[in-house]
Nanobody, 117 residues
Framework: QVQLVESGGGLVHIGGSLRLSCTTS????????MSWYRQSPGKQREFVAA???????NYKDSLKGRFTISRDNAMNTMYLQMTGLKPEDTAVYYC???????????WGQGTQVTVRG
């Protein structure tokens, strides 16, 4: 069973930065495609960014240039560096792991990010 634990959320002012972390356990991290999603109140969960085991990345178009996804395979951890934060970035951010050898999918519990003026 794969477990995902997010951290790094919090309250930040407009224009500020945060770095989210997602640490995994229970399986080989290097077999996982990792991604971030977010969900705002009253809205559907939406894709933010993804990273493959060797570092290929993909982003929601509107977040390119402000958000950066990365991973440290030695630490079993994925990161999301967020800069220039806006109130519309306020959401619960979830990490997702997809095991490439089995297509099994796992989700973390989420971490709240709140951006205020």
């Amino acid at each position: 069973q794969v477990q995902l634990v997010e951290s790094g959320g919090g309250l930040v002012h407009i224009g500020g930065s945060l770095r989210l972390s997602c640490t995994t356990s229970g399986s080989r991290f290097e077999t996982m495609a990792m991604s971030w999603y977010r969900q705002s109140p009253g809205k559907q969960r939406e894709f933010v960014a993804a990273i493959l085991p060797r570092g290929t990345t993909n982003y929601k178009d509107s977040l390119k240039g402000r958000f950066t996804i990365s991973r440290d395979n030695a630490m079993n951890t994925m990161y999301l560096q967020m800069t220039g934060l806006k109130p519309e970035d306020t959401a619960v951010y979830y990490c997702k792991a997809q095991i490439l050898t089995s297509d099994d999918v796992y989700w973390g519990q989420g971490t709240q990010v709140t951006v205020r003026g």
